[in-house]
């Protein structure tokens, strides 16, 4: 799974730049903690999915978080997971503005 993250009336910018992009790819990394409560998530940024594909570095976009760190109400149902983590984060980040999509890998 990856997120494709587009800019609405925000701005993704590459960090020390003034270069910005109309979307991104990014590739989640997911911690899950014993309490089956808490996952931490890293965010990996690439300009397209076909940067990301190619082996290139990923990049800093000012706007987004590294990280975030997000409940998981078990009680709700909800269970630690990928799936789980692109959802939160995808939720997270239109609270700021941004359109997100879960692409399926």
Same mark, same amino acid.
């Given at each position: 799974?990856?997120?494709?993250?587009?800019?609405?009336?925000?701005?993704?910018?590459?960090?020390?730049?003034?270069?910005?992009?109309?979307?991104?790819?990014?590739?989640?990394? &997911?911690?899950?903690?014993?309490?089956?409560?808490?996952?931490?998530?890293?965010?990996?940024?690439?300009?397209?999915?076909?940067?990301?594909?190619?082996?290139?570095?990923?990049?800093?976009?000012?706007? &987004?978080?590294?990280?975030?760190?997000?409940?998981?109400?078990?009680?709700?149902?909800?269970?630690?997971? &990928?799936?789980?983590?692109?959802?939160?984060?995808?939720?997270?980040?239109?609270?700021?503005?941004?359109?997100?999509?879960?692409?399926?890998?």
């Amino acid at each position: 799974m990856a997120l494709e993250i587009l800019k609405n009336n925000q701005t993704l910018t590459l960090q020390g730049t003034t270069i910005s992009f109309d979307s991104i790819y990014s590739r989640l990394e &997911l911690a899950c903690f014993p309490s089956g409560k808490n996952m931490q998530v890293a965010f990996y940024n690439y300009q397209t999915q076909d940067t990301y594909s190619s082996g290139s570095s990923n990049i800093r976009i000012s706007e &987004l978080p590294l990280a975030s760190d997000y409940v998981v109400n078990v009680s709700g149902g909800e269970v630690q997971g &990928l799936q789980l983590a692109h959802e939160k984060a995808k939720a997270e980040l239109e609270s700021i503005g941004y359109t997100v999509n879960i692409v399926e890998l």
